[in-house]
């Protein structure tokens, strides 16, 4: 069946630094690719999407490409900033009638001041 | 857009208690409906999902049902709780297609489930 593999967190970083999570995926056929993020005592948004092989998706600084060759949707920032911390999910969703979303683990971002 | 609800917020109950958590959602017709549960490190985990008012599809044997009685009413429910039902339980609506981004799911705000 499908999954979605995440690095393992947590993850603690300063304001100011580089981001990358990693993000592999296993799945028959062309799932969509997403990347939600959770912030504290709240439920997921999505942050920014990606429906097809090379496709980046962005928002927020963060940016994310479809790579169909490694099955990676590796999640990037050049510049964090303390209100980046938060719970971020890699997911991916199968392109039936159902659309059901296959999730990472998660991983915790914090961002020092 | 669509907005999600879900009550309670939060919600403490004994083992072997029955509980109804509630999801409705407004902004859409005829959406699929899921019910997620995100437990302490291991992700979130499809619990059922329904493409259609009585029309229930489970993902994980379990102790919960759900139940979808309206379009934009799902229910999630439990005869007798147990201790590893706790966590967080995320409802999520896919809007019929068409009508927002293909595939993106809408999320609730979530329900923190402690079972004592």
């Known amino acids: 069946g499908d999954s979605v593999t995440q690095m393992e967190g947590p993850v603690t970083l300063s304001e100011e630094a580089f981001l990358t999570i990693n993000c592999t995926y296993t799945?028959?056929?062309?799932?969509?690719l997403f990347w939600y993020v959770q912030y504290p005592g709240e439920g997921l948004q999505l942050l920014l999407k990606?429906?097809?092989?090379?496709d980046k998706g962005s928002n927020k600084g963060f940016e994310a490409t479809y790579r169909k060759e490694t099955t990676s949707f590796h999640l990037e920032k050049g510049s964090v900033q303390v209100s980046d911390s938060a719970v971020y999910f890699c997911?991916?969703?199968?392109?039936?009638?159902?659309?059901?979303?296959?999730f990472g683990k998660g991983i915790t971002l914090s961002v020092r001041p | 857009s669509q907005t999600i609800h879900q009550w309670p917020a939060t919600l403490v109950q004994p083992v072997g208690s029955p509980l109804s958590l509630e999801c409705t959602v407004e902004g859409t017709s005829n959406p699929n409906l899921y019910w997620y549960r995100q437990a302490a490190g291991r992700g979130l985990q499809l619990l059922f999902y329904?493409?259609?008012?009585?029309?229930i599809s489970s993902e994980v044997p379990q102790n919960l049902s759900a139940s979808r009685p309206q379009d934009r009413q799902f229910i999630l429910s439990s005869k007798k709780l147990l201790l590893s039902d706790s966590g967080f339980y995320l409802c999520?609506?896919?809007?019929?297609?068409?009508?927002?981004?293909?595939?993106?799911?809408?999320f609730g705000p979530g329900t923190r489930l402690t079972v004592t």
């Open positions: 799945a028959t056929g062309y799932p969509s």
């Open positions: 329904s493409v259609g008012i009585g029309q």
């Open positions: 997911a991916l969703s199968d392109t039936g009638a159902n659309s059901k979303l296959t």
């Open positions: 990606a429906t097809k092989a090379d």
């Open positions: 999520a609506c896919l809007p019929r297609a068409g009508t927002g981004v293909p595939y993106e799911q809408y």
